[in-house]
Each structure stands twice: as structure tokens, then as C-alpha cells.
């Protein structure tokens, strides 16, 4: 069982599963009796948004701080002043923050970057996906990270490996992915924190440690 902090904060490059990886991480922190506040700081993506999810989680007892005008057809939403709440400490109570991809979502994260470099029990998780384009080699996913930091004024704490190819993802995929996420850690002198595994394919990647299990929870628009 993975061990998460009081605030859980999931960065990356586009598609490589940030959502998908919040969602789980807040309903597994749920299942474990925990108080649980899940933000969507994903203001770029318009088609994986955590608050999309909102009935699900809160029929989980999870509390959803999402943009103004996230899961409806305004182009611009506006982040609600309960955000910034999310970002200082409340005894047991947990929190997951999504934020969106790459620079140009971080922008959003940066304004907070005061009250989170502040906050001790943390994880800044960098998620990587080594199918994504753009991400092919360690050394393109480390860039992106420097990039993301400079926007965000903040600094990642780990690596999460999140390859995979959709419905398509086999253990063999997954498995080929570990040296890549351990290069990408290295160069940025991060530990890497874990694999993620679908719980479809555990079965067939046992060799792979550390590991958290997740479930397919978002799905493409198309």
C-alpha cells in the first residue's frame, strides 16, 4: 500500500494519464476512511477534467474544488477562491491537485507557489508516459519538467511512471517502460516514486516494484 502525503500535486506532459492517476489516488485515500478533497487545476484540457468526474467522487464522500466553469462548453473557466484553501494544511484532511499539462497549465499552479513550497507533507508527483510524442527519451521528458517548474515556481518531489497505450497497454509495455522512467528520475535527481499498473495487467508485471495498482477510469472523447 502506498503511503500518500497530506497533499498530493500530479504534474505532467499532455496525455500521460495525470487525470486518470488523481482520480485513483483520491478514491483509493476515500476507500481507506480518509478525508479527501480532490482540485481540478486543469484549465487548458477541455476534454480530461477531473471535475467531470464530480458525481462519482462526491458519491465517494470526496470533496471536488474544480474551475468555475469546468464541465460545461465556456472556454474560459475561472479557478474558485476555495483553490487556494486547498493549499494549506487541515489536519487529517487530504488533497490531490490535477493540474494541466505541460507550462501552460502550471501557469495556474504558480500563483499558489508560495503556500506550497511552505507546506511540508508533500508530494509533487512529475507523471510520465513514455508513449507520449514529445516524451520519447529521458532526456525530452526531463526537459518538460524543467519547464513546468519554471512555470509553476515549484519544484517536483518525485517521478511517477504512468506508460501506457490506453486499452491497448499490455505487462510487456509497461515492463519496457521502467528504464525509462528510472533515466528520467535520474537526470533530474529525483527518486522515482512508482510504476503505475492497470489492475487488468498486475497480474502479468509482478516483477515490477514499486508498483500501485489503478483502474481505467477516464476514457477518450472519441
Known amino acids: 500500500m502506498f503511503e500518500f502525503k497530506h497533499l498530493t500535486i500530479i504534474l505532467g506532459h499532455y496525455g500521460c494519464g495525470k487525470t486518470n492517476l488523481s482520480l485513483n489516488i483520491a478514491l483509493d485515500l476515500a476507500s481507506r476512511g480518509k ?3 480532490i482540485a481540478d487545476l486543469d484549465v487548458v484540457n477541455p476534454y480530461f477534467r477531473t471535475g467531470d ?7 465517494s464522500g470526496i470533496r471536488v474544488v474544480a474551475p468555475v466553469f469546468a464541465a460545461t462548453n465556456l472556454d474560459n473557466p475561472s479557478l474558485p477562491a476555495a483553490m487556494g484553501d486547498i493549499f494549506e494544511p487541515h489536519g487529517d484532511e487530504y488533497a490531490v491537485v490535477d ?6 497549465g502550471a501557469f495556474a499552479l504558480g500563483q499558489y507557489s508560495a503556500k506550497i513550497n511552505s507546506y511540508e507533507d508533500k508530494d509533487i508527483f512529475y507523471v510520465v508516459n ?13 526537459e518538460i ?16 511512471n504512468n506508460s501506457h497505450l490506453q486499452e491497448l497497454t499490455t505487462p510487456q509495455d509497461v ?3 521502467v528504464e525509462y522512467a528510472k533515466k528520467t528520475a535520474d537526470i533530474l535527481k529525483l527518486p522515482l516514486a512508482f510504476t503505475a499498473l492497470e489492475s487488468k495487467i498486475i497480474g502479468g508485471a509482478r516483477d515490477i516494484s514499486p508498483a500501485y495498482e489503478i483502474r481505467r477510469i477516464v476514457k477518450p472523447p472519441f
Open 175 to 177: 515492463r519496457s517502460s
Open 145 to 160: 519538467l524543467r519547464e513546468i517548474e519554471s512555470a509553476a515556481r515549484i519544484k517536483a518531489t518525485a517521478v511517477a
Open 35 to 37: 478525508r479527501v478533497t
Open 53 to 59: 468526474y464530480r458525481e462519482m467522487l462526491e458519491q
Open 99 to 104: 493540474v494541466g499539462g505541460d507550462d501552460a
Open 130 to 142: 513514455k508513449f507520449r510524442s514529445l516524451t520519447s527519451t529521458p532526456e525530452d521528458c526531463a
